[in-house]
């Protein structure tokens, strides 16, 4: 997995997330998102279009960090995510929790 | 029938879901089906990591066979201490954000992705059977 800044639109962090997110990588996408918010980063774009696969230990991840920013009066929006990534979002009902854009630029509008 | 016995640990992990996986896609499931299979097994097998051995380190063995009613079944056994995952509740996945807790994600998942699930405890070894349709040509 790899974790990239890809930009800064409407005060919101473009990040990028290529490759599985399993139980062994999913740390790094907290550990990356929480040093963004020490910097204090509190409103995030998480594109997802070459995110290839995610299991719980992703979804835990996401979710520790939607928290997080929650506290902060922060927002995450993840967009653009593949069919696969997708159907595991909807059979959590985290679709319902953590809200989703068609791509990048619809969630950057929302800022 | 093959098989793989690695060490309980999560740097075993990837190795063990690409065994499954590779034979996955000889019985010719998609690219989806696969990743389905690649993330039940992947629940099932953090479990063990972190959960069965608790105060000694101990095994995983996987064994993955065709059975004569046309189903891709991923056998996973360990020795460690006995549960049945499938005691376990479903998560309640109506709840927002704040209430949201993850625990038993990992079961829900296995339940709703494999179409067949089924544990036993034999010899004292954990014995956990994901069943797959193999999909006709």
Not at chain 1, 24 to 29: D, G, I, L, Y
Not at chain 1, 77 to 100: D, K, Q, R, T
Request: include cysteine; charged fraction near 25%.
């Amino acid at each position: 997995m790899e974790i990239i800044k890809s930009g800064k639109e409407n005060d919101a962090l473009i990040v990028k997330i290529n490759g599985r997110m399993d139980a062994v990588t999913a740390p790094e996408f907290e550990k990356a998102m929480g040093a963004w918010i020490d910097e204090s980063e509190k409103y995030f774009v998480v594109d997802l279009s070459s995110l290839e696969y995610i299991s719980s230990a992703g979804l835990r991840s996401i979710l520790v960090i939607a928290k997080k920013l929650k506290a902060l009066n922060g927002k995450i929006f993840l967009a653009a995510m593949e069919e696969a990534v997708n159907e595991v979002f909807e059979i959590s009902g985290f679709n319902s929790i953590i809200p989703i854009h068609d791509t990048v630029q619809a969630a950057i509008r929302q800022f | 029938m093959s098989s793989i016995q690695l060490p309980a640990k999560i740097e075993n992990m990837g190795l063990l879901v690409q065994f499954i996986s590779d034979i996955a896609r000889k019985f010719g499931f998609s690219g989806k089906r696969i990743k389905e299979i690649e993330l039940a097994t992947e629940e099932a097998l953090v479990n063990i990591i972190n959960y069965a051995y608790p105060d000694h380190s101990g095994d995983i063995k996987v064994t993955c066979t065709r059975d004569p009613s046309k189903a891709f079944v991923i056998k996973i056994e360990d020795t460690g201490i006995a549960f049945d995952l499938l005691s376990l509740k479903d998560p309640d996945i109506s709840v927002g954000i704040s209430d949201r807790e993850v625990g038993g994600l990992g079961v829900f998942l296995i339940r709703k992705l494999m179409d067949k699930v089924q544990y036993h405890r034999k010899n004292k070894k954990n014995i956990l059977e994901l069943v797959v349709h193999i999909p006709t040509k």
